[in-house]
């Protein structure tokens, strides 16, 4: 697995660039991710990414947009808005995780 | 290399898929929920048109209330073996009921939603649905009976052209 520097930081990612460490991740990486994406956060991307991280360390898993809106309790239409066009895979990225890997 | 993903926004520019769903079992509602949402989630446009059967998945009356029955499924199985389901029990009494709440559990343990929530996330997404006309004739139904968020009820001429330029699927 590739090591690279974010934000002054040395993380592990994937090939495509994922981070894959959960512990790697911090906001001022998180917002680098973002700048390469072209997302400019906002206090609303913040809530998501947040809400995703909490959510990974309990379920082990990442939220998929269903959930992000059932438990994290932020509607779809604002995920798309926010992370236009991609937002399951956006979200994980810019939140350190791994794309969601559900089918639902 | 940049280590920066290809989200390739783009790349699913103009791409449309449009699905028609013919069949109320409740096994064949999910197919193009499950993969429209999906293809919504990659940026594609898609557009459901509900037909025939197919009409009850829009009917707030009806959405959640499918069933499924193993009569004439010939891949059925008994839970959690290799053997057949004998397609001579399809037809005990009680059999849609019990196959309709296995499916239902099934359904439940993947977490996958109940068809009138598919169809909110599906909606909220970008995706629209449509109501066939001679479906609603054959029904006696009007847009009264469906869900508010249905766009219409169309032709099927009408949906030829909201299907232009889309991959249509046939369900």
Same mark, same amino acid.
């Given at each position: 697995?590739? +090591? #690279?520097? #974010?934000?002054?930081?040395? +993380?592990?990612?994937?090939?495509?660039?994922?981070?894959?460490?959960?512990?790697?991740?911090?906001?001022?990486?998180?917002?680098?991710?973002?700048?390469?994406?072209? #997302?400019?956060?906002?206090?609303?991307?913040?809530?998501?990414?947040?809400?995703?991280?909490?959510?990974?360390?309990?379920?082990?898993?990442?939220?998929?947009?269903?959930?992000?809106?059932?438990? @994290? @309790?932020?509607? #779809? %239409?604002?995920?798309?808005?926010?992370?236009? %066009?991609?937002?399951? %895979?956006?979200?994980?990225?810019?939140?350190?995780?791994? %794309?969601?890997?559900?089918? +639902? | 290399?940049?280590?920066?993903?290809?989200?390739? !926004?783009?790349?699913?520019? =103009?791409?449309?898929?449009?699905?028609?769903?013919?069949?109320?079992?409740?096994?064949? &509602?999910?197919? &193009?929920?499950?993969?429209?949402?999906?293809? /919504?989630?990659? =940026?594609?446009?898609?557009?459901?048109?509900?037909?025939?059967?197919?009409?009850? /998945?829009?009917?707030?009356?009806?959405?959640?209330?499918?069933?499924?029955?193993? &009569? =004439?499924?010939?891949?059925?199985?008994?839970?959690?073996?290799?053997?057949?389901?004998?397609?001579?029990?399809?037809?005990?009494?009680?059999?849609?009921?019990?196959?309709?709440?296995?499916?239902?559990?099934?359904?439940?343990?993947?977490?996958?939603?109940?068809?009138? *929530?598919?169809? !909110?996330?599906?909606?909220?997404?970008? =995706?629209?649905?449509?109501?066939?006309?001679?479906?609603?004739?054959?029904?006696?139904?009007? *847009?009264?009976?469906?869900?508010?968020?249905?766009?219409?009820?169309?032709? &099927?001429?009408?949906?030829?052209?909201?299907?232009?330029?889309?991959?249509?699927?046939?369900?």
């Amino acid at each position: 697995m590739p +090591v #690279i520097e #974010i934000a002054g930081k040395s +993380v592990n990612v994937n090939d495509e660039g994922f981070l894959t460490e959960y512990d790697d991740w911090n906001e001022e990486i998180a917002k680098e991710l973002a700048k390469n994406i072209e #997302i400019e956060m906002t206090d609303a991307h913040w809530a998501i990414i947040r809400f995703l991280r909490e959510d990974f360390k309990t379920q082990g898993e990442t939220a998929t947009t269903r959930r992000v809106q059932s438990t @994290g @309790g932020f509607p #779809i %239409k604002d995920q798309f808005a926010l992370f236009p %066009k991609k937002p399951g %895979k956006k979200m994980s990225y810019i939140a350190g995780l791994p %794309k969601p890997a559900g089918c +639902v | 290399m940049s280590f920066i993903p290809n989200f390739d !926004d783009d790349g699913n520019e =103009g791409r449309k898929i449009a699905f028609i769903c013919t069949k109320a079992n409740l096994d064949m &509602a999910y197919p &193009a929920l499950i993969m429209g949402n999906a293809a /919504l989630g990659e =940026g594609v446009e898609v557009d459901i048109f509900f037909s025939f059967w197919g009409f009850d /998945l829009i009917m707030k009356n009806r959405q959640d209330n499918l069933k499924f029955n193993p &009569a =004439g499924n010939t891949g059925m199985h008994l839970p959690g073996s290799d053997a057949h389901f004998p397609q001579s029990m399809s037809l005990l009494p009680g059999m849609t009921a019990m196959a309709t709440w296995m499916l239902k559990r099934e359904f439940d343990k993947l977490d996958v939603p109940p068809v009138s *929530e598919f169809l !909110d996330i599906i909606t909220a997404s970008g =995706g629209r649905l449509w109501g066939c006309k001679l479906s609603a004739d054959m029904y006696g139904v009007t *847009e009264q009976d469906l869900r508010e968020d249905v766009g219409g009820i169309i032709t &099927a001429s009408d949906f030829i052209e909201i299907a232009k330029g889309a991959q249509v699927i046939f369900i």
